[in-house]
């Protein structure tokens, strides 16, 4: 279909930008994995029709329409990725201009991309969510079982920090993180995340997603648990956290999680694993010192006594602590599957997801992972995972803002917020990402990191203070850090919290610069 004042071209005269997609792409077979021959055939050949001399308006206006699409095409780097999804029949020698000019389009950033702070009050969002995560750290035993019931956001907080994740997708979705993480054809094509909605399965190993739709998956998870976390918890809190899956009915649990989120919390712990590196030559160093056979790999390791024996050894200390922090003995214990005398020799071998919790102890070997699991789970973890993970990551997407200078710093600022503190993995390791995310933070925007930095960005302005009175030159030097400093934002080390930088803090950096402030 021609649009109006659109011409359908043909194969006379210059060859336009639709004739030449339809046309590549029909050399290609159109859908095959070949497409990126084809994305670069069409790049090369705009750039030559950019190139050529028009003399008329109408051509002229047709060349800019060329220049235009080959920009994009250049400047985004579809390669394979955007071929797939172009809306012709392969049979027709002709593609619709403008259709083909919205679709290289998609990798535009979103029009409607409001500032953060005109969605939510950032001081008072990043406030409430610090006081909440430490309201629920505060009700942790030092076991990590929960001494008071589950703490609870109120409606309007929540909002907000629901607003805060569509935010955090939203700015996903720019083409500068797009180009990132490797953004699909088939990720545009996929269907939109609702919040409270279902959000489809992913797993970090398998290659058919690309990372930049496992992120956005991940997001979507823990979009949905700020107000679904409590649920979960306490369903699984119900069954003593036991990690097989058909323990909990449909719709509870385990069961709800995958479809909330896309993925589960792992609720066993890992006591040894002999395909990691670091932990082979950690024994066999231990070993040469007691001179004692090292292993000579990762599965001659994983098949000795020696690994059997400490996995037996690791498993009946945590069975025993979880028996007594939850007061099983006996018949119960044997129930939830962390009685001691039970755990098996052989140990049993797993493979799946499914075979987890049946046995106190078992042996996980797939897809090149090597590691010996007791049944019971780290609940520190799991809390940080169902409860703390969706606040912790909406307060240091508001952090990143809120520290941020300009829009440079932002952007860079938020390359590593994606990268780093956005994991595409299971629950527990999303925690994990994100608490360290967080604690680099806090280590970066302290009040004296901030003083530091401005000290070394404005060294030409301390190098001329001249040195001659001591008080003289460190109220001279007092006065030029507070002229550059004044109205900036710092994290107190003490307390934690994020606050206005003011004189005092100047000019005890300036009197002790070693001072932790």
């Known amino acids: 279909m021609v649009h109006e004042g659109e011409e359908e071209s043909t194969h006379t005269g210059p060859v336009e930008l639709p004739e030449l997609v339809a046309e590549v792409l029909g050399r290609q077979g159109f859908f095959t994995s070949d497409a990126e021959e084809a994305w670069a055939a069409i790049a090369e050949t705009c750039g030559r029709l950019v190139d050529a001399e028009v003399d008329d ?25 955007v071929a797939v999804s172009v809306g012709a029949d392969p049979r027709r020698r002709t593609l619709n201009f403008r259709e083909a000019l919205r679709q290289v389009a998609m990798y535009d950033p979103p029009a409607d991309l409001r500032p953060l702070d005109t969605v939510v009050d ?18 942790e035993s030092e076991c990590g079982v929960l001494t008071a019931d589950i703490p609870v956001l109120g409606d309007a907080e929540a909002a907000a920090v629901v607003r805060v994740f569509d935010h955090m997708l939203a700015t996903f979705l720019c083409e500068r993180h797009k180009r990132a993480h490797g953004y699909t054809a088939e990720d545009h094509r996929a269907q939109p995340l609702r919040e409270g909605g279902h959000v489809p399965l992913y797993y970090a190993n398998v290659r ?21 976390g409590p649920q979960i918890y306490r369903d699984l809190q119900a069954e003593l956290f036991v990690g097989r899956p058909s323990a909990y009915g449909a719709g509870k649990g385990l069961d709800l999680m995958r479809d909330v989120t896309g993925n589960t919390v792992d609720l066993d712990t890992c006591v040894l694993r002999p ?69 098996e020799l052989p140990i049993p071998i797993a493979s799946h997801n499914a075979d987890r919790g049946v046995h106190p102890l078992w042996h996980y070997i797939n897809c090149g992972v090597d590691s010996f699991h007791v049944n019971v789970p780290n609940l520190f973890d799991v809390n940080g995972a169902l409860l703390k993970a969706p606040f912790r990551c909406a307060e240091v997407y508001l952090r990143v803002h809120y520290m941020s200078e300009d829009d440079d710093d932002l952007a860079a600022r938020l390359d590593t917020f994606y990268e780093d503190a956005v994991a595409d993995s299971c629950f527990n390791r999303k925690w994990k990402a994100l608490e360290e995310y967080a604690g680099m933070l806090g280590r970066l925007g302290s009040i004296t990191d901030v003083l530091q930095r401005t000290q070394k960005e404005h060294q030409e302005v301390f190098l001329n203070i001249v040195d001659g009175d001591d008080d003289a030159a460190l109220a001279e030097e007092k006065a030029a850090m507070w002229r550059l400093v004044e109205g900036r934002l710092g994290r107190e080390v003490a307390t934690g919290q994020l606050r206005a930088i003011t004189y005092d803090d100047v000019a005890a950096w300036v009197e002790d610069p070693a001072a932790v402030l």
Do not use: W
């Open 57 to 81: 308006a109408v051509a002229t206006r047709r060349a800019r329409q060329r220049e235009e699409a080959a920009r994009r095409v250049k400047a985004y780097d579809l390669r394979a990725r």
């Open 275 to 343: 395909s990691c590196p670091v932990q082979l030559r950690a024994i066999n160093a231990r070993n040469k010192h007691l001179r004692k056979a090292e292993h000579a790999s990762a599965r001659a390791f994983s098949a000795s006594d020696e690994a059997k024996e400490i996995a037996v050894a690791a498993a009946t200390h945590l069975l025993e602590q979880f028996c007594v922090d939850f007061k099983l003995d006996g018949d119960a214990a044997k129930a939830r599957k962390v009685a001691t005398e039970e755990i």
């Open 208 to 228: 058919s997603q690309s990372v930049h739709r496992r992120k956005v998956l991940s997001m979507a998870g823990l979009r949905n648990l700020v107000r679904r």
């Open 122 to 139: 950032v001081k008072a969002t990043l406030a409430a969510l610090e006081n909440f995560i430490a309201e629920i750290a505060a009700a």
